[in-house]
């Protein structure tokens, strides 16, 4: 009976679930939206129950919908949301309140209280992140602190906590399994990289028992079988990581140095940086990439916030264009943005830069500027964003980089890929399968069950579908650097008056 991987993609706005043949080609995938729940200003919940259930619909969707039945499957693998958490109860799997989701503000002042006593730097040494609002440990401190009983119900055993895929694994396994892996533990803010385990210290601090946490395994095994009517077989579920580091897994860049880019509505820049963790000096994170078989991989992470966000805003905000590819046919109308810079600091500035009052602004335009200069600089802006995170990665890791491979939405736009191959002066890279993120899961599964045999395999399995190589003049692209960061600097000084 012939095998295929099932890989289960449970991102922030849709549950996936795409099955893979043995080539790792794509043969069916199934996708569903679930509701995003917003109580308050800053606020962001999503329903488990609603997670698992769409999850579930999806995964037996994909499998029916190509002809197979679990009995095909050789193995899960699982990847997702990263930090969003949910608290639910051991013995009745009920969740005591809605997940809290990554892009959820509500603890930013606690957050900001963690900061003024000075934990800043225990936390970046034994975590490699900031403290921020993003991460686990103060949202689930907050439930704890404000959910009527939760305090005394974790203190007496009856709660746990998990990260998407320790949730989404607990319902496949019907409780039998609390689990998670290095990536999402690694999240969490609990976790020491340095230690590669939970640490009392952060425990303490946030005010987290001990008991609720789930075990924490590698990124690459078999943790258990499925247990639900979802499919009537028992399938090893065999890898777990976070979405960003499953994306890194999927681009194959399992070598020291080797670097990609999802470019989504955000774009997260994931650099493997090797079997020792680097603090960032350049206010980057540094997170754990994988571990297989015990071998722990680190990377550095750079997030931005407003990457093909900015074409949504040309169509939605704007209305110069009418579907997001008219981008480029737009901006491709005009050689230049003749001076004219766009950054689109909607929601302030992230890495290198953390500029929260960093609002949008366009520079440089004169009486000729068009909605075509203003298109082209949109594109430019992401891959000025982008060269600027890999600038820090090159300097934190004293690495340089050669070649880029991207994924996510917008890198299907050549003009942004060969902007961003000019400017960064290497070569970028877009592979034939860009739903690296599910794929990542689903080499990690396969790799456990032996369904593939090595890394090598994989990597030889991996194909390019195009690539784009740096303009060799450096004079035009000196120039159009130059310009983004006296822009950069303008607006810094602007948010300082
Ligand atoms: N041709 C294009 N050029 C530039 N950006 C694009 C293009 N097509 C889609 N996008 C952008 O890609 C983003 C969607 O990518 P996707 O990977 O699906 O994002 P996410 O996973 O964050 O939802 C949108 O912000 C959209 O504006
Ligand atoms: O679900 P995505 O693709 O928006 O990814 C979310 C990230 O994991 C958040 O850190």
């Given at each position: 009976m012939e095998q295929y991987i099932l890989s289960l993609d449970q991102g922030t706005t849709s549950s996936r679930a795409i099955v893979f043949d043995k080539k790792g080609s794509i043969v069916s995938i199934a996708q569903k939206e679930f509701k995003q729940y917003f109580?308050?200003?800053g606020w962001v919940e999503h329903d488990p129950e609603e997670i698992w259930s769409t999850q579930a619909g999806v995964a037996a969707e994909a499998t029916v919908k190509h002809?197979?039945?679990?009995?095909?499957?050789?193995a899960i693998g699982i990847t997702n949301q990263r930090e969003t958490v949910v608290v639910w109860d051991?013995?009745?799997?009920?969740?005591?309140?809605?997940a809290i989701v990554?892009?959820?503000?509500?603890?930013a002042d606690y957050c900001e209280s963690l900061k003024e006593e000075g934990k800043g730097k225990m936390i970046r040494e034994k975590?490699?992140?900031?403290?921020?609002?993003?991460?686990s440990a103060s949202k689930v401190k907050w439930i704890l602190d404000n959910v009527e009983g939760a305090r005394e119900r974790a203190e007496a055993g009856d709660l746990v906590l998990g990260t998407i895929d320790t949730w989404i694994i607990w319902k496949f396994t019907k409780g039998e399994l609390h689990v998670t892996d290095v990536t999402n533990a690694c999240?969490?803010?609990?976790?020491?990289?340095?230690?590669m385990d939970w640490d009392d210290d952060l425990l303490q601090l946030f005010d987290i028992?001990?008991?609720m946490l789930p075990q924490v395994k590698d990124?690459?095994?078999?943790?258990g079988n499925s247990k639900t009517t979802v499919f009537a077989s028992k399938i090893p579920i065999a890898g777990i990581a976070g979405d960003q580091m499953a994306a890194l897994f999927g681009q194959m860049?399992?070598?020291?140095?080797m670097v990609k880019n999802t470019y989504g509505t955000g774009c997260f820049m994931l650099m493997n940086i090797g079997d020792k963790p680097i603090i960032s000096e350049h206010n980057l994170l540094t997170t754990v990439a994988w571990r297989i078989k015990g071998k722990t991989v680190y990377a550095l992470e750079g997030s931005i916030f407003i990457g093909g966000a900015v074409v949504q805003w040309l169509r939605d905000?704007?209305?110069?264009?009418?579907?997001?590819?008219d981008v480029e046919p737009l901006g491709e109308?005009?050689?230049?943005?003749?001076?004219v810079y766009f950054i689109?600091?909607?929601?302030g500035l992230g890495a290198?830069?953390?500029?929260?009052k960093a609002k949008g602004v366009i520079f440089g335009?004169?009486?000729?500027?068009t909605d075509a200069h203003i298109a082209r600089a949109s594109i430019e802006s992401i891959a000025y964003q982008t060269m600027d995170i890999l600038t820090s990665m090159q300097a934190d890791s004293g690495l340089q980089i050669k070649e880029l491979r991207v994924d996510g939405g917008?890198?299907?736009?050549d003009t942004l890929m060969q902007f961003q191959a000019d400017i960064l002066d290497s070569v970028t890279i877009r592979p034939k399968i860009t739903e690296t993120t599910a794929l990542g899961a689903a080499y990690l599964a396969g790799l456990a069950v032996g369904f593939w045999e090595s890394e090598e395999q994989i990597g030889e399995m991996w194909q390019e579908e195009k690539r784009f190589e740096p303009e060799e003049d450096r004079s035009k692209v000196t120039e159009g650097i130059k310009g983004w960061y006296r822009a950069i600097k303008a607006l810094e000084y602007w948010t300082t008056l």
């Open positions: 109580p308050k200003s002809g197979l039945n679990g009995k095909n499957i050789a051991r013995n009745t799997s009920k969740p005591v309140y809605n990554w892009q959820d503000k509500r603890t975590t490699g992140l900031v403290i921020d609002s993003y991460f999240r969490t803010q609990l976790f020491n990289i340095n230690t028992p001990e008991s990124s690459s095994e078999v943790y860049c399992t070598k020291k140095g905000g704007l209305g110069i264009i009418k579907r997001s590819r109308s005009v050689d230049s943005t003749e001076g689109p600091a909607f929601a290198p830069y953390w500029n929260q335009m004169t009486r000729g500027t917008a890198s299907v736009n």
